[in-house]
């Protein structure tokens, strides 16, 4: 039910009103001086945003229960029976099943930008989640009817799993665009104010702190749920596909229930209807006068090039707005070769782990590292590492962070180079194991998904959290969707490596994406660092709000 700007002022004044019992006093706003000696924190967060948290727990639940048994799935043929040292169903190859969870990758990140116009101009973010929440679970259905035995025996698996994979990641394509906006949209203040301890200390509360604490919570359980994958590679090893898809299946239920129950709760914005038109006619004035964005305001319009203030149909706001925007959008495209980093631990590093000696334990749950070292590290970093630094006045901001990332990914992938260069020098088969086991421990790869894991903390968190702070009302999924876009040409990059995904050359497209990720990260950081500097002021950029930017680089 969509709520009135009254109503999401009371929700806003009931969220303020439920401050920790130490506080005694708030001021309106910061002064300068503050901003030099005070800490900075994060705000409480608003309880209808932790209902979302739990829907996103849920919808990754799923996905990842059902995309961590893809490679096997695909990959290896049909045991004789089970428990099963390698399990299997389609035995299509390396290639293959490197190819097609690669498009699964790519179509989810794909579809979102569907999700982001219909949630942004028709529909809204929670209609459109329920919807596509239908679409989603049907295609997990047409996955588990065509996992069971005799579908496999018929040949049924390989058509039903590409029918299912396509109309699954149009569901998530609907709600991934939108869960996260949604989440962020339950916290209503937009400016930062000064708070008073019992203690008599004194903190400044800032949007900026309360983003990233939600956005590492939101992230935090996403991979609780991914946990999920442990449960369903264990499930395919032992007894088969069909009980390995039906867990997730069934865990989705709880995801509509909860978004149908919460519908009331949910602090929602209307769409506002045909936002990339308003956004054409900005970009069509820019070209004809010829100058940078800010003279395309109305106010500047009317007086420096009176003769196109007719077709102004936006207001100064939604200029700055939009300024923004853009430049959130060049920071992204760094984006694509870091998640060809991150894409490797659900294709190749499976593999991988598959030639090497995993005990009892499936070759496809080493996955699993990764969320549980996210598990570990995140509350650490949230708790711990950023309000340190706040504390001694070196916040981390964004690109700050995101280079962080990148570095750690570049890291994550010439280790991977190392232990691959390291099997091909293990008996018995050493650069030709094709899928067979040498005497090399597994363990190996920890490390692997680890420094993936950390790398996630900095860069894709961030990410999030960026694309949503720098969005316009009126385009948060859209500016969403966006970001989430930049995987599917991370998937692309990984099609163009599909050849080289094969022994003995994997040490060497290993080294290839470290080199890539590396030199991305060092231009990255020359290119956007300075936006940092601008980063509060910025954010400041709200309708309702007189707020001076700082004219930094415009476009």
Known sequence: MLQTDKSQTSESSDHISEKPDYEESISEEPTEEDWQTLPQVSDSIPKSAFLVILIEFCERFTYYGLSGPFQNYIQNPDPPSYPAVLPGAMGKGQQVATALTTFFQFWCYVTPVLGAVIADQYWGKYKTILVFSFIYFAGLVVLTMTSIPQAIASNAAFPGFIASIIIIG????????????LVAEQYKSRTAYVKTLKNNKRVIVTPQATYQKIFNMFYWGINIGSLSAIATTTLEKNIGFWPAYLLPTLMFIPCVIIVLAGRKLYIQYPPRGSVFIEAARLLKVHHRIKGNLNECKPSILAVKHPEYAHLATWDDVFVDEFRRTLKACVVFCWFPVYWLCYSQMTNNLVSMAGTMLTGNVPNDIMQNINPLALIITIPIMDSFVYPGLRRMGLPMRPIARITCGF????????????????????????????????????????????????????????????????????????????????????????????????????????????????????????????????????????RGAAVAVEEVNPI
């Not at 570095?407 to 088969?429: C, L």
């Not at 040409?489 to 080199?515: E, H, N, Q, R």
Request: proline share 5%.
């Open 407 to 542: 570095f750690f990914a570049a890291v994550a992938m010439g280790y991977s180079a190392a232990i691959q260069a390291k099997i091909y020098q293990t008996p018995p088969y050493y650069d030709h194991p094709d899928g067979r086991k040498n005497y090399i421990s597994a363990a190996y790869l920890i490390p692997s998904y680890v420094l993936i894991a950390i790398s996630e903390v900095f860069a894709s968190i961030t990410g999030l959290e960026y694309a949503y702070k720098k969005a316009p009302e009126s385009m948060k999924s859209i500016v969403m969707s966006m970001y989430l876009l930049t995987n599917c040409f991370g998937s692309v990059l990984a099609f163009t490596m599909v050849s080289v995904a094969v022994d003995p050359k994997l040490t060497w497209m290993y080294t290839g994406i470290c080199a890539a990720m590396f030199t991305c990260t060092i231009l990255f950081y020359i290119t956007h660092h300075k936006a940092d500097d601008t980063d509060v002021a910025e954010d400041a950029i709200h």
């Open 170 to 181: 149009l569901g998530t394509g609907g709600i991934k665009a939108n869960v996260s906006p």
